[in-house]
């Protein structure tokens, strides 16, 4: 699931506001086939779209401006598929919020498009998006389509985000909306103090159609 | 202690809306049980029944006129997404969290239990409620016949699934509104593609036709109100946007207005706007707030001189709305 709201996601903010109850969700399906034999990389369990996602984002690496306040950002990765196949030109779109938790919605700040190199790779630069009041943690969405395989949705997390208190394993779930550790993923710092960039990697795999 | 903070606010705020002139005049509330509020409502068409699915896991029932609570469905701690009436009140379907397709009678005998594949966003019933539209998250729109329950269609979006359904009351048009952005026409008799709407770049979320069917009336994630018409699948006139998205679309019986429930997008939490838009001349008529959250769903009752709303807070209200 994701920042607010598919419309689900809508009824289940606003039932968390009035009392009571919030059954979390079924694990994904997709998380079945990995039991498949002859696979040799588990599909990434899928995470709602979200209201947020904006068609015809442009096609960037770059998400972050000269100036852009946040820390800076750099997220790469490989999309394979279950065979282990890495998936040249597989098409990702990724969006998120600025640092302190707002989407654009009228323009295409933190949207783009990527496609993947001929070894599958992706890499862009940006910003850790922000906590905005009404979700829990931290994300980056991910839209990634290659021909023979399909859609995959879902979304990144970040093991540093305050929420998880240092012990992700343990507390992933505090955000109902997070079914699965493997999103959350590990963040090294580089660069000299002045200037600190946070990394993450982010490996994705495609089901096949 | 913050329960006693709302109710604080929400005496204040009944106290303001009955000073405005213009505003709708609250005429009578469904008190929920203590501690229970409402997820979502649906009201029966011919406006005699709301079924509200409720946070303690119990979808309840009451009469409108006489404001008679006259059944409770324990879903026994699932949650329910979506609830729906069959257009001649009879039957009342719910679609769950585990991917159950529901349908009760009206004394409350469960009639249809199915299962599909993920758990379901939106549901519809066909206007002979025969048949029946669910979408399972991800997985293609399933038009179902119930007597057989044999699966008639299968509709997929590109990616994601679809958001909200709705077949028009003359039984010719199905629509989906998909989060992969499009909205999709479909001939209800056989449910081919009619046509695609393709102009909107954010997620539609609520979807309803025109009582005529010449319309489809869409809003969502870019909290405008997109008027579309059904044959040509042209859009013919955008509302005015608003800051919020737009998440409970109705309209009235003689299609002249349309209520529209909308959410603060950063802050779920934030009071949420219900306006009352002029159908013909796209000019707002009305607005009704929350204190807390939005109306997560309601209706026009009778002629369209009342509607009944939902929200996070502890009742159901029914307005004046002229």
């Not at chain 1, 289940?12 to 009035?18: E, I, R, V, Y």
């Not at chain 2, 001939?187 to 979807?207: K, M, N, S, V, W």
């Not at chain 2, 025109?210 to 969502?220: N, T």
């Not at chain 2, 998440?247 to 429930?261: C, H, I, N, Q, T």
Request: net charge neutral; aromatic share 8%.
């Amino acid at each position: 699931m994701s920042t607010p709201f598919s419309r689900r996601e809508i009824l289940q903010k606003s039932l968390a506001l009035g009392t009571l109850v919030i059954a979390s969700s079924h694990g994904p399906s997709a998380m079945l086939h990995a039991l498949e034999q002859n696979e040799q990389c588990k599909p990434t369990p899928p995470n709602d779209l979200g209201p947020f996602y904006k068609r015809l984002a442009p096609e960037t690496a770059s998400l972050r401006a000269p100036g852009d306040p946040g820390m800076p950002l750099a997220v790469s990765g490989r999309i394979l598929n279950t065979r282990g196949e890495k998936l040249s030109g597989a098409v990702l779109e990724v969006w998120q919020t600025n640092h302190v938790g707002h989407y654009d919605v009228e323009g295409y700040r933190y949207r783009a498009k990527l496609i993947a190199d001929a070894s599958g790779a992706y890499k862009f630069d940006s910003v850790v998006p922000g906590h905005y009041p009404d979700r829990v943690c931290q994300h980056i969405h991910y839209l990634v389509t290659a021909p023979g395989h399909k859609p995959l949705v879902t979304q990144l997390y970040f093991a540093t985000d305050p929420v998880f208190e240092g012990d992700p394993d343990k507390n992933f779930s505090r955000d109902p909306l997070i079914h699965s550790r493997e999103l959350v993923r590990p963040v090294t710092l580089a660069g000299d103090p002045k200037d600190i960039i946070a990394k993450v990697q982010f490996e994705l795999c495609l089901e096949r159609a | 202690m913050r329960r006693f903070f709302l109710e604080l606010i929400a005496v204040f705020t009944l106290a303001l809306s009955a000073l405005a002139a213009d505003s709708p005049t609250l005429r009578q509330t469904f008190p929920l049980p203590s501690g229970v509020s409402t997820a979502f409502t649906a009201v029966s068409p011919n406006g005699q029944r709301v079924a509200a699915a409720c946070s303690d896991a119990k979808i309840r029932l009451w009469d409108i006129a006489s404001a008679s609570l006259q059944n409770t469905l324990d879903l026994k701690g699932e949650r329910p997404n979506i609830i729906r009436f069959s257009p001649d009140g009879a039957l009342l379907a719910a679609g769950g969290s585990d991917g159950t397709l529901r349908v009760w009678d009206s004394s409350g005998a469960l009639r249809y239990d199915l299962k599909l594949a993920a758990e379901i966003d939106a549901i519809a019933f066909s206007p002979d409620g025969t048949r029946i539209a669910a979408a399972p998250n991800g997985l293609p729109v399933e038009i179902r016949e119930l007597g057989a329950n044999k699966l008639l269609a299968s509709l997929p979006a590109t990616f994601s699934g679809s958001a909200s359904l709705a077949f028009s009351r003359d039984g010719r048009w199905f629509a989906s509104a998909d989060t992969d952005t499009e909205i999709r026409i479909f001939d209800a008799r056989d449910f081919t593609l009619h046509a695609r709407i393709t102009g909107l770049l954010l997620e539609p979320l609520a979807l309803i036709f025109s009582p005529d069917g010449s319309r489809i009336i869409a809003g969502g994630a870019d909290g405008v109100i997109t008027l579309i018409e059904t044959n040509t699948g042209k859009i013919v006139k955008s509302l005015p946007k608003q800051a919020d998205v737009v998440f409970v679309l109705r309209a009235s019986p003689d299609g002249k207005s349309v209520a529209a429930s909308y959410f603060n997008p950063d802050q779920m939490s934030a009071p949420g706007r219900l306006l009352i838009w002029d159908a013909i001349t796209g000019s707002l008529r009305s607005t009704v707030s929350t204190t807390e959250g939005g109306f997560n769903d309601g209706d026009y009752l009778h002629d369209g001189t009342l509607l009944l709303t939902s929200s996070s807070e502890k009742e159901l209200k029914i307005w004046s709305i002229r």
